[in-house]
């Protein structure tokens, strides 16, 4: 099958629709059967249990947003916090939403244990580790070189300790970059 574009006079035969043609759905529209498939609420769509600690710092987050932006305020409808208290309204409002969706879908089976082994994999747990290390040695090692090696033993376990060149030079330009710019450019006193 290949889709045609009459007005053009184009034809691409690699095209095809992303759902496998059913030959009962040839003569109608070929995404017909897939809408039909489709959940027709999000809440028929099964939740992880990371959505409700997702839409809890979403809310978190706007909550925050809008605090930053009260200092803002000039009283006007005109200040500068207008548009970032609108905004963080809008987070706040849709966070509300979503969490309300997630903890009425999750209430019905939940499992604290799934919630852990789901947020905190080997992977979340080893860069936390090493953020925490990272935050304890930046006064000894200074910025380049604690971000250098931060990233580098990152990108490290995150490959599968394969790779390494391309590991090292990704730490390394990014560092470089980071150096380059808030040091140079923007005339940053990095720790």
């Known amino acids: 099958m290949s889709l045609k574009f009459h007005r053009l006079n184009l034809e691409f035969p690699n095209l095809r629709p992303h759902v496998r043609e059913v030959p009962s759905q040839r003569r109608g529209l070929p995404w017909k059967g897939a809408l039909n498939s489709m959940p027709q609420k999000t809440s028929q769509i099964k939740r992880n249990p990371g959505e409700v600690c997702f839409a809890a710092l979403f809310v978190l987050f706007g909550v925050l947003g809008y605090y930053f932006a009260l200092d803002m305020t000039s009283g006007s409808y005109s200040s500068p916090s207008v548009a970032p208290k609108i905004a963080s309204s809008v987070i706040i409002f849709m966070g509300f939403i979503e969490l309300r969706k ?12 799934g919630l852990f082994v789901f947020l ?6 080893f860069v936390l580790v090493l953020l925490g290390l990272y935050s304890i040695f930046l006064p000894v090692l200074h910025f380049p070189l604690g971000s250098f090696l931060f990233l ?6 995150l490959h599968r300790w394969k790779e390494i060149g391309l590991c090292f030079a990704i730490s390394v330009g990014t560092v470089t970059t980071l150096v380059g710019i808030f040091k140079y450019v923007f005339q940053v006193v990095l720790p």
Request: glycine fraction near 0%; hydrophobic fraction near 45%; charged fraction near 35%.
């Open 120 to 125: 905190f994999t080997r992977e979340v747990f």
């Open 152 to 157: 580098l033993f990152s990108l490290l376990f």
């Open 102 to 113: 997630s903890i009425k879908k999750l209430r019905k089976n939940f499992k604290s244990e």
